[in-house]
């Protein structure tokens, strides 16, 4: 029987994940079955289980089941323990018994560092900023302080989450929280994590945010540039959106599952032109 996999999210009609799988099996010749799937709002679990018994073998989870996922999960990595939420789910065994476990991870901060990579950042002794402290910022700040940077500023719209957030991650690196207003540039790399770009804002950001040669990221994408990017290049820095983000983070959720490094670049290149 085909092994079956899915993105679990509620709405999840636009997802794009069974277009990117669908090209990592094309492109890998491993033999899955991958669908979206909307879980009811108030039984994710349910619809986990449901999916199991019907052959699943693993999942993507997306908003707002993150958590949710999290806390139905058997073994945990110690990079989803830190985000305190999973995109990843994978049944699997121990190899030594038929005894079937949850296991949860996430690869969203991987996805992230991977495609920055891809843009030719260098990370180590660079110096970070990243907008926002909800739940995708919790999600990425292990492997970005992992990357070594000089020093990684976390500025929210509500001060105190981004510094409680700094102090959940002090012990991995030089992290500082605070508000906007207490932003001090210049920065090498700029990363928002808000979602603010959704409506069309832009956070309060002070004009000399960039150095020399800076990236802004933004995790958001869509056919054109965010708010958030068309600001940073009327002030000089170099734009990059979130669908690389989005393909590289499916592809190490595939390679958890399947053992196999599918190569996104073509995955990628097929997405943009569809935006
Ligand atoms: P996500 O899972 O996308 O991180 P979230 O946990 O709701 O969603 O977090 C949303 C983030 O975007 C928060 O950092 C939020 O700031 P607050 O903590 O102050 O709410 C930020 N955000 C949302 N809309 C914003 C806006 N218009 N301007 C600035 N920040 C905004």
Redesign the pocket.
């Known amino acids: 029987m085909t092994d079956r996999y899915c993105v679990f999210g509620h709405p999840v009609g636009h997802s794009k994940s069974p277009a990117i799988h669908a090209a990592f099996a094309d492109q890998t010749g491993e033999a899955i079955d991958y669908t979206a799937i909307e879980a009811p709002l108030d039984d994710f679990a349910g619809a986990w289980r449901a999916f199991i018994a019907a052959g699943g073998r693993g999942a993507n989870v997306t ?1 707002p089941f993150k958590e949710e996922a999290f806390r139905l999960c058997e073994v945990l990595s110690p990079r989803a323990l830190r985000a305190g939420a999973v995109n990843t789910l994978i049944l699997g065994g121990n190899g030594q018994s038929n005894d079937l476990k949850v296991y949860g991870d996430t690869t969203d901060g991987v996805g992230l560092v991977r495609d920055l990579e891809r843009h030719g950042v260098t990370l180590a002794g660079a110096r970070l900023l990243v907008l ?6 919790r999600g990425v700040l292990e492997p970005l302080l992992a990357a070594a940077p000089a020093s990684l500023v976390v500025a ?3 001060a105190e ?1 981004a510094e409680a957030l700094a102090a959940d991650f002090a012990d991995l690196g030089e992290i500082r929280g605070g508000g906007f207003d207490a932003i001090s540039g210049p920065f090498d790399v700029v990363i928002n ?4 770009s959704l ?1 069309g ?1 832009l ?1 309060p950001l002070p004009d000399d945010l960039f150095a020399d040669g800076a990236t802004a990221y933004d995790m958001m994408y869509g056919a054109e540039p965010t708010v958030f990017l068309q600001w940073a290049a009327e002030r000089g820095a170099r734009g990059v959106d979130g669908l690389g983000m989005l393909v590289e983070q499916a592809a190490e959720s595939f390679f958890l599952w399947r053992h196999r490094r599918p190569d996104t670049d073509p995955v990628l290149e097929a997405l943009r032109r569809a935006l």
């Open positions: 908003v926002g402290a909800g739940g995708a910022v929210n719209r509500t989450k994590g808000t979602s603010a409506a804002d956070p």
